[in-house]
């Protein structure tokens, strides 16, 4: 019995741009604190193409995924910024999650943010406990693009290998 199938087969270079884009952005994210709008645009583009190509029904979630991942980091931006008079949030991680939402459509939205929140406000916990200089938690700027990226890859593979794990989505 063949492992793949034809369709499969021509989904592979869809899905190792999506794994080689998020690597390429978690890495620059956290070297420099920048994700480069090259890296992100393509992958928001490619998750529009692989929905058009192989899931054409998904599309509309996919869509509204892409603008609700990005409007809801861009509003949690200005509140942060009103309340603090600076920036908390960069464009890069709005466009990041946009491109997630392209992927993974909307619903999938809640539990990459819980899981890159969490996993991010853990690391810097570890980081403050391992670190002999004393770090704020509150003004310390962090990456939040190789979390993002990793509850991205971590949604993809979570909900292809657990499909009822969709269905948890209305908890977040």
């Known amino acids: 019995m063949a492992m793949?199938?034809?369709?499969s087969l021509f989904e592979l270079p869809f899905l190792?741009?999506?794994?080689?884009l998020l690597l390429q952005l978690a890495w620059i994210d956290y070297r420099c604190m920048l994700l480069p709008d090259n890296l992100t645009y393509s992958l928001l583009w490619s998750g529009l193409l692989y929905q058009v190509f192989f899931i054409p029904e998904h599309l509309a979630t996919s869509?509204?995924?892409a603008i609700c991942g990005y409007l809801s980091l861009w509003g949690?931006?200005?509140i942060y910024f009103y309340w603090?008079?600076?920036e908390g949030i960069g464009y890069?991680?709005?466009?990041?999650?946009?491109a997630l939402g392209a992927w993974h459509g909307w619903q999938s939205l809640g539990w990459i943010l819980f899981t890159a929140s969490s996993t991010g406000l853990f690391s810097m916990l570890i980081t403050k406990l391992l670190r002999k200089k004393k770090i704020s938690l509150t003004t310390t700027p962090l990456?939040?693009?190789?979390?993002?990226?990793?509850?991205?890859g971590s949604a993809g593979w979570i909900c292809s290998t657990f499909p009822l794990f969709q269905e948890l989505n209305f908890l977040l």
Do not use: C, E, V
Not at 4 to 7: D, K, L, Q
Not at 92 to 98: P, S
Not at 143 to 152: D, K, R, S, T
């Open 143 to 152: 990456p939040f693009g190789p979390y993002l990226a990793i509850a991205g």
């Open 92 to 98: 890069g991680d709005m466009k990041l999650l946009a």
């Open 4 to 7: 793949f199938t034809s369709s």
């Open 63 to 65: 869509i509204l995924g």
């Open 76 to 78: 949690l931006h200005w």
């Open 16 to 20: 190792a741009i999506y794994i080689g």
């Open 84 to 86: 603090r008079k600076y």
